[in-house]
C-alpha cells in the first residue's frame, strides 16, 4: 500500500513562512490534499488537488507538489495556524483507498 | 449546507459489534461525484481511512480491516451505517465520517470535505 511521511513536528516562529513536507513515492503524479486540525475538532480541508485552496482558506495556505515530496507553505504564520497537519492522496488503482500521512504538528514559537 | 453528523454508542465491550451511522444533509448519496468516507483517529494518533461507499453503492475498504468493516446507505434517508465486527480496546478511537469529492479527469482525485465532529467511541469491559 502507498505510504505517506511527514516530519512529527515543524516550529516556527510568528510572522515567518512554514513548510510541511510529505513524501511519497513519485508522489509529484498524484493529487495531494491537505487538512488542518486543531486540538478537539474536526479536520477541515485547507488546501485540494496539490494547489487549490477551498473557499475561506486564506491566501497564507499554499501547496506544492513534485517529485517524491509535496508541500504545504503557510505563509506569515499566526498564533491560530498553530495545529496538526494531515496530507492525503486517493489511490485509485486496484481496491481504492484513501491513504493519509501521519500528521505534523505545527508549533508557533 | 453540507453538513454530516456522526451517532452510535459511545461505550461498546470487547468482541462486540461496532453499528455507527452518518445522517448528511445538504448533498444527495446519489451524487455521482460524491461519496462518503468514514475515518478514525485514536487518542493523540494519526487520521486512518477505514473505509468508502460511492454514489452507486460501490464499496472499498481498508485492506487491514477488511474482514471487519461493512458499509451501507440509505439513499432515502440521507444516511451511511458502518459496522465494525470483534471490538478490541486498540479500536477505541474518535469516528468521523466525510464527503469525499471525486474527480476523473487528467488523474483521478479525492478529497474529503467537509467532516463530520466525530464520535469517540471506547472500547473497554
Known amino acids: 500500500s502507498y505510504v505517506l511521511t511527514q516530519p512529527p513536528s515543524v516550529s516556527v516562529a510568528p510572522g515567518q513562512t512554514a513548510r510541511i513536507t510529505c513524501g511519497g513515492n513519485?508522489?509529484?503524479?498524484?493529487?495531494v490534499h491537505w487538512y488542518q486540525q486543531k486540538p478537539g475538532q474536526a479536520p477541515v480541508l485547507v488546501v485540494y488537488?496539490?494547489?487549490d485552496r477551498p473557499s475561506g482558506i486564506p491566501e497564507r495556505f499554499s501547496g506544492s507538489n513534485s517529485g517524491n515530496t509535496a508541500t504545504l507553505t503557510i505563509s506569515r504564520v499566526e498564533a491560530g495556524d498553530e495545529a496538526d497537519y494531515y496530507c492525503?492522496?486517493?489511490?485509485?488503482?486496484?481496491?481504492?483507498?484513501?491513504?493519509f500521512g501521519g500528521g505534523t504538528k505545527l508549533t508557533v514559537l | 449546507q453540507v453538513t454530516l453528523k456522526e451517532s452510535g454508542p459511545v461505550l461498546v465491550k470487547p468482541t462486540e459489534t461496532l453499528t455507527l451511522t452518518c445522517t448528511v444533509s445538504?448533498?444527495?448519496?446519489?451524487?455521482?461525484?460524491?461519496?462518503v468516507s468514514w475515518i478514525r483517529q485514536p487518542p493523540g494518533k494519526a487520521l486512518e481511512w477505514l473505509a468508502h461507499?460511492?454514489?452507486?453503492?460501490?464499496?472499498s475498504y481498508s485492506t487491514s480491516l477488511k474482514s471487519r468493516l461493512t458499509i451501507s446507505k440509505d439513499t432515502s434517508k440521507s444516511q451511511v451505517v458502518l459496522t465494525m465486527t470483534n471490538m478490541d480496546p486498540v479500536d477505541t478511537a474518535t469516528y468521523y465520517c466525510?464527503?469525499?469529492?471525486?474527480?476523473?479527469?487528467?488523474?483521478?482525485?479525492?478529497?474529503?470535505?467537509?467532516w463530520g465532529q466525530g464520535t469517540l467511541v471506547t472500547v473497554s469491559s
Open positions: 466525510a464527503r469525499s469529492i471525486i474527480e476523473i479527469a487528467a488523474r483521478p482525485i479525492s478529497w474529503f470535505d467537509p
Open positions: 445538504g448533498f444527495s448519496l446519489s451524487n455521482a461525484r460524491m461519496g
Open positions: 461507499i460511492f454514489s452507486n453503492d460501490e464499496k
Open positions: 513519485n508522489i509529484g503524479s498524484k493529487s
Open positions: 488537488d496539490d494547489s
Open positions: 492525503q492522496v486517493w489511490d485509485s488503482s486496484s481496491d481504492h483507498s484513501w491513504v
